[in-house]
């Protein structure tokens, strides 16, 4: 197996019981999934988007993590939003205007 360069996670606010309960649920982030992929298929960027439990960031909901980098994204609330991040990331750093760590 390969693994991508990048692993993009999405918070959907999944709790230990399996219910999305949470603030990014709320705001819609499970919905920008297929966005996001449809991005990264377009970009031809290498990497994987995955859906997540409760980040424990929940102020800043939604919260979208880029790794390796380590980025933490807050507020991600659009499609505008999602857009400024991975043109970041393709130009190899991060959307400032998100990061919350
Ligand atoms: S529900 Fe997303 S960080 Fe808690």
């Given at each position: ?38 991005e990264i298929l377009?970009?031809?960027l290498?990497a ?54």
């Open positions: 197996m390969e693994k991508p360069k990048y692993h993009i996670c999405v918070c959907a606010s999944f709790r230990a019981g399996g219910d999305p309960k949470g603030v990014c649920h709320k705001k819609g982030s499970s919905g920008f999934l297929s966005y996001i992929e449809n377009e970009r031809g290498d994987q988007v995955t859906s997540t439990g409760c980040m424990k960031a929940c102020d800043y909901g939604p919260v979208m993590v880029v790794y390796p980098e380590g980025h933490w994204y807050g507020n991600v609330d659009s499609e505008t939003a999602i857009d400024d991040i991975l043109d970041a990331l393709e130009g190899g750093g991060p959307a400032a205007q998100y990061l919350i760590a």
